[in-house]
């Protein structure tokens, strides 16, 4: 058995408030627990969508009796919400700035209204976008100009990551998250996963993109799940929603790639707990770990997952690294495929000053 530190997913969506029928706090984050994680920064893209403090509250309210693990929530930039976001700033766990079309309301296009975010949002605080393509060298030249680190969300393509590695080399403060989708799937995958259930953004990119992700390893700061979880009949359905659930499934991946010797326990370490602990200012979870198998062959089963949504793009797939174990505050959370924290127990780990809470 190998102790590892409790996972932290800075990327999830747990649906709620507006689609419990997806997930919620408390089957999303049992689902981190199953998975390994003690923390997760949930995405502002809900119904409705948390950008004013009336919608955050409903958000805080839910999180706080449901959840089970140690969580934080982000705000969304809005098109009309530059002023009033950064009076929400201490009470979340950063800014999401959406440049791309993806799954809500909350996409922003004109230059005038990313600049005012930037320029107005603490600069002490942390901005993350999703950014692909040309929006990504926009963005990252905003926040250059206003001298304000940059956190991308879910980098798929080889002209995006070596685009970062640049902006790194020249000292701009950016940092990066990779998914494990975009680790392990490529648009070659398309055909077997079928059309609805392979939609995701970014999308699954070339073979060649995958491989320029694992050649700059050391440019990734964070692997990031992004858990966006639709139900399968959504994803088989009319209109299929993007997005892919991921909670259950990332530790695995990467311990099974560190047993391929594709990586080390070192750079996952680094990765899934270190660097989002840093980028994201969290408090430090005490007496809280997670204990994994790294031998363990096991089968993945969306059957056998906590997430709502019923299915997993990598079913079927033969992994070899398995949770057991998981320690959250001196607290046995996660035991013999049983969650074992109770709605609740998680905390709010963003704002530090954990004002909610008290
Ligand atoms: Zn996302």
Redesign the pocket.
Known sequence: MIRLPGLIDP?V?LREPGATHKEDFDSGTAAALAGGFTAVLA?PNTQPPLTNSASLAQAQAAAKDKARCDYGIYLGAGVDNAASAAECAPLVCGLKMYLDQ?YGPLRLDELATLGDHVARWPVDRPMAV?AEGRSLAAILFLAALHARPLHV??VSREVEITLIRAAKEKGIQVTCEVTPHHLFLTENDLPQLGEGRGEVRPRLATAADQDALWANLEVIDCFAT?H?PHTLAEKDGENPPPGFPGLETALGLYLNAVHEGRMTFDDLIARTHTNPRRIFGLPDQTETFVEVDPDALWEVQATQMYTRCGWTPFEGLQLRGRVRRVTLRDRLAFADDQVLAPPGFGVNLAPVTQTENQ
């Open positions: 990327h969506h995405m993806t999703h969300c879910h992004d966006a």
